[in-house]
T-cell receptor
Framework: NAGVTQTPKFRVLKTGQSMTLLCAQD?????MYWYRQDPGMGLRLIHY???????AKGEVPDGYNVSRLKKQNFLLGLESAAPSQTSVYFC???????????????FGDGTRLSIL | AQTVTQSQPEMSVQEAETVTLSCTYD???????LFWYKQPPSRQMILVIR??????QNATENRFSVNFQKAAKSFSLKISDSQLGDTAMYFC????????????FGGGTRLMVKP
């Protein structure tokens, strides 16, 4: 059981380039999330989705777009990368009844993104 | 919106000793959940312990326990018999009962366990 898989694990971009981070989960979870973690800081929510075809803004959405065309996938896009977007990006998923389970959210292993 | 504050950016403890990490939060909700996550250098997010706000009894998981003070909106983590493997970033997190199961994280405390 793979859980939450993020692709790629590491990437270097030049300012102005675009890219898409892919998150895939195999647990049939309704909810999916994208966070960013800057050095020495906690995770901040970028965007989230409460179901296939739906997305919503989180705490720090500027400069990012997302799509959830399939229930198992949640894509995070950077249209024009900026050095301020250098960070580690985490995807997570959560299902109905997660509050009563051992895991409120299942996390991927993170993507380290550097923008020069 | 909820906020979670961890006032100790870094802490250290001698192996086998006890350490307490602090967390305070602000919310207008009455039903919510609190968590402590551990993040080792591998970057994995590992759930350490959870507390339901409607439960008065403090949660305990082996060497980890919490001191939950609902009126004071305080949620501290105590690690007993600290081990070298406890060295990590620790994050306090809040989740309310609203749709979406969203987590709000504190800024983290870097814990170093010294031999």
């Amino acid at each position: 059981n793979a859980g939450v898989t993020q692709t790629p694990k590491f990437r270097v971009l030049k300012t102005g380039q675009s890219m898409t981070l892919l998150c895939a989960q195999d647990m049939n979870h309704e909810y999916m999330y994208w966070y960013r973690q800057d050095p020495g800081m906690g995770l901040r929510l970028i965007h989230y989705s409460v179901g296939e075809g739906t997305t919503a803004k989180g705490e720090v959405p500027d400069g990012y777009n997302v799509s959830r065309l399939k229930k198992q996938n949640f894509l995070l896009g950077l249209e024009s990368a900026a050095p301020s977007q250098t960070s580690v990006y985490f995807c997570a998923s959560s299902g109905q009844g997660a509050l009563y389970s051992n895991q409120p959210q299942h996390f991927g292993d993170g993507t380290r993104l550097s923008i020069l | 919106a909820q906020t979670v504050t961890q006032s100790q950016p870094e802490m250290s403890v001698q192996e086998a000793e006890t350490v307490t990490l602090s967390c305070t939060y602000d919310t207008s909700e009455n039903n919510y959940y609190l968590f402590w996550y551990k993040q080792p250098p591998s970057r994995q997010m590992i759930l350490v312990i959870r507390q339901e706000a409607y439960k008065q009894q403090n949660a305990t998981e082996n060497r980890f326990s919490v001191n939950f003070q609902k009126a004071a909106k305080s949620f501290s983590l105590k690690i007993s018999d600290s081990q070298l493997g406890d060295t990590a970033m620790y994050f306090c997190a809040f989740m309310d009962n609203n749709a979406g199961n969203m987590l709000t994280f504190g800024g983290g405390t870097r814990l170093m366990v010294k031999p």
